[in-house]
C-alpha cells in the first residue's frame, strides 16, 4: 500500500515545495521575534515538510513494493562491469545479440547508434548488428560472455518487454574511466547471483544519508532538514534517474561533502570531495571557480588564509591526480579519448531535457529531430562569441567571490555552473550547493530570500512539465528560470548584510 493517492500525490508536488518556501523565508522574523516556541514549532514543521517529502519521493516505491530501478541499473552495472569489451559504444549491440541468441523477440527493428558522430544516423537496424556479431563477440571470453548474458537476461526479464526496447533507444553507458573504475569494480564484487547485491542497490542510499548528516555537523540540524526537503521535493529528483540505481549520487555528495569540509575548516578534504565530484560527472569541476578565486586572491593574504586555499587545492590535485592514474594504469589513454567524443557528440546535440545557458544563448525554444543540424550550425557562427562570454563570466565571477570563505565561494560558483555546461534536468540536483549557502545562515533575511528562490524553481518546474517528452518549451523555459536563480543569488550575496546576522537556533 502507497502512502498518497494520485489526487493528494499531485497536490503535494506544489504544496510542499511552497511550504518549504514559506518556511525559509520565515526564518529570519523566527530567530529575532518568535522566541524559542516558535522556533520549536517552526523546525517542527519543516521536519514535517521533509518527512512528508521523503514519503511522496518514495511513493512508487511503495507501490510497486520493490527498490530496485533495472532500467537505470542496467546501463551502470553492466556498462561498468564489460567496460573493457564493450568501451561506450557496443552495450545496446551486444544486447541485441543475446536478444537473438535467447529467441527475445523484438517489435522494433532499430536501436540507437551509440558511436554515432557528427550527423550520422541516431539508430540503426538489427541486421546490421547481427552482420558483427563476429566482431562484437570477439573481445569477450567464453566465461565473460556467458556472464554477460545471464545479466542482460535479468535485466530484461525486470522490464517489460517495451520498456527493454525503450533502453535499447536510449543513450548508453556515460560514465567517466574513473567512475568506472570504482564501479567495475564494485559490481565484478558482487554479481547478480550474490545475496550481497542488495547493497550495491542502497549505496546511493547510504550515500544520501551519509550527505546529510554532513549538512547537519557543518550547519545545523534546521539546514539539513532544509537539504533534505529540497532533494525530496524538488522536481528535479521527482523522476526515476537516481533512485534505487547504481551509484548515481556519488558526484552529489561529493559537492556536498566539499561544502561541509570547507565550512569546518577541512580544506584538504574539502578540495578531495570536488575532485571525485569532478572526475565522476565532469561538470562539477566549475564549482571550482569561486575557491580557485579565492586562491588567487589570497597569494598576497594572511597566511593563514592562503594556507587553507593552497590545501584545497592540493587535496584535489592529489586525488585526483591518484585516481588518473589508476585509469590509465588500467586502461590507458583510450578510455578516456572515447568518453570525451561521446561527451562531445551528447553536448552538440540538441536534447529535449538539458538546461544551462546554451539553450539561450542559441534561442532552442523548440526543435525537432531534423534541426540538430542547423543548431550545430548556429553553435559555430556564434562560437567567438560563446566563448568570449565564458571567459568574462569567469573573470567577473571569480573577482566578485575573491574574499568570500571557501565553502561560501564555492557555493555561489552555481551562476558559473549554469552559464557553461548542459546537464540534462535531474543533474540539477545539484541545487543542493547553492541552497546550502543559504540554509547556513538563514537567520539573514538575504540568505532566507535566497534559499526561497531555490524551492521556487521547483514551483516553476511543475508549472512548466509537460508530459514525459518534455514538449511545451519546457527545457527552455527553465533554462531561464535557472538563469534567473543565479542572478538572484548573485544579488543576495551582494545585499547581504553580516552584521545583522543573529544567532542561530
Known amino acids: 500500500?502507497?502512502?498518497?493517492?494520485?489526487?493528494?500525490?499531485?497536490?503535494?508536488?506544489?504544496?510542499?515545495?511552497?511550504?518549504?518556501?514559506?518556511?525559509?523565508?520565515?526564518?529570519?522574523?523566527?530567530?529575532?521575534?518568535?522566541?524559542?516556541?516558535?522556533r520549536r514549532v517552526h523546525l517542527g514543521l519543516l521536519a514535517l515538510t521533509a518527512l512528508l517529502g521523503f514519503l511522496l519521493w518514495s511513493n512508487q516505491n511503495w507501490?510497486?513494493?520493490?527498490?530496485?530501478?533495472?532500467?537505470?541499473?542496467?546501463?551502470?552495472?553492466?556498462?561498468?562491469?564489460?567496460a573493457p569489451e564493450l568501451g561506450?559504444?557496443?552495450?545496446?549491440?551486444?544486447?541485441?545479440?543475446?536478444?537473438?541468441?535467447?529467441?527475445?523477440v523484438a517489435r522494433s527493428n532499430d536501436l540507437a547508434n551509440l558511436s554515432a558522430h557528427h550527423g550520422e544516423p541516431e539508430f540503426k537496424r538489427r541486421g546490421a548488428v547481427h552482420a558483427e556479431a563476429e566482431a562484437i563477440r570477439a573481445p569477450f571470453t567464453p566465461a565473460r560472455w556467458a556472464e554477460f548474458r545471464g545479466d542482460v537476461v535479468f535485466f530484461r526479464e525486470a522490464l517489460t518487454p517495451g520498456m527493454w526496447e525503450q533502453l535499447l533507444h536510449d543513450k548508453g553507458y556515460n560514465a567517466t574511466p574513473a567512475w568506472t573504475l570504482v564501479g567495475g569494480f564494485l559490481a565484478r564484487l558482487l554479481p547478480l547471483e550474490s545475496p550481497a547485491f542488495v547493497l550495491l542497490v542502497l549505496l546511493d542510499?547510504?550515500?544520501?544519508?551519509?550527505?546529510?548528516?554532513?549538512?547537519?555537523?557543518?550547519?545545523?540540524?534546521?539546514?539539513?532538514?532544509?537539504?533534505?526537503?529540497?532533494?525530496?521535493?524538488?522536481?528535479?529528483?521527482?523522476?526515476?534517474?537516481?533512485r534505487a540505481a547504481f551509484l548515481r549520487t556519488d558526484w552529489l555528495v561529493g559537492l556536498v561533502a566539499s561544502v561541509c569540509c570547507l565550512a569546518k575548516g577541512r580544506p584538504l578534504l574539502g578540495g578531495a570531495a570536488l575532485a571525485w565530484a569532478a572526475l565522476s560527472r565532469v561538470f562539477p569541476v566549475l564549482f571550482a571557480l569561486g575557491p580557485l578565486g579565492v586562491l588567487v586572491a589570497r597569494l598576497r593574504g594572511p597566511a593563514e588564509a592562503r594556507r587553507a586555499a593552497l590545501r584545497f587545492v592540493l587535496g584535489g590535485a592529489l586525488l585526483g591526480g591518484t585516481v588518473l592514474a589508476l585509469t590509465l594504469a588500467q586502461g590507458g589513454l583510450e578510455p578516456w579519448r572515447e568518453f570525451q567524443a561521446k561527451i562531445v557528440e551528447h553536448d552538440q546535440r540538441p536534447a529535449s531535457d538539458t538546461i544551462g545557458f546554451k539553450k539561450v544563448f542559441l534561442w532552442t525554444i523548440d526543435f525537432g529531430q531534423g534541426e540538430a543540424a542547423a543548431i550545430r550550425a548556429r553553435f559555430e557562427e556564434r562560437r567567438l562569441l560563446w566563448w568570449s562570454l565564458q571567459a568574462a563570466a569567469a573573470a567577473g565571477l571569480a573577482f566578485a567571490l575573491r574574499r568570500r570563505p571557501l565553502d561560501e565561494a564555492l557555493c555561489l560558483s552555481f551562476p558559473f555552473v549554469w552559464l557553461a555546461a548542459s546537464p540534462a534536468y535531474y543533474y540539477y540536483a545539484l541545487l543542493l550547493v547553492p541552497a546550502l549557502w543559504g540554509a547556513a545562515r538563514l537567520a539573514r533575511p538575504a540568505r532566507a530570500v535566497a534559499l526561497a528562490l531555490v524551492f521556487a524553481t521547483s514551483l516553476c518546474a511543475r508549472a512548466f512539465h509537460g508530459g514525459p517528452t518534455f514538449q511545451g518549451h519546457f527545457a527552455f523555459k527553465l533554462s531561464l528560470v535557472m538563469g534567473l536563480l543565479a542572478v538572484g543569488l548573485l544579488v543576495c550575496a551582494r545585499l547581504e548584510r553580516p552584521e545583522d546576522e543573529a544567532p542561530q537556533g
Do not use: C, I
Not at 6 to 34: D, I, K, M, N, S
Not at 93 to 101: G, I, P, T
Not at 209 to 228: P, S
Open 1 to 38: 500500500m502507497y502512502p498518497f493517492s494520485e489526487p493528494v500525490r499531485q497536490a503535494l508536488f506544489y504544496v510542499l515545495p511552497a511550504a518549504a518556501l514559506v518556511l525559509a523565508l520565515a526564518v529570519p522574523w523566527v530567530e529575532r521575534r518568535g522566541g524559542a516556541r516558535a
Open 205 to 242: 542510499p547510504l550515500l544520501l544519508a551519509g550527505g546529510f548528516a554532513l549538512v547537519a555537523w557543518a550547519f545545523g540540524l534546521r539546514a539539513m532538514l532544509f537539504a533534505v526537503t529540497l532533494y525530496f521535493t524538488h522536481y528535479v529528483t521527482s523522476h526515476a534517474h537516481f
Open 88 to 104: 561506450y559504444t557496443r552495450l545496446y549491440d551486444a544486447a541485441v545479440l543475446v536478444d537473438r541468441e535467447t529467441g527475445f
Open 63 to 82: 507501490e510497486r513494493r520493490r527498490y530496485f530501478n533495472p532500467y537505470e541499473f542496467f546501463h551502470y552495472y553492466v556498462g561498468a562491469k564489460y
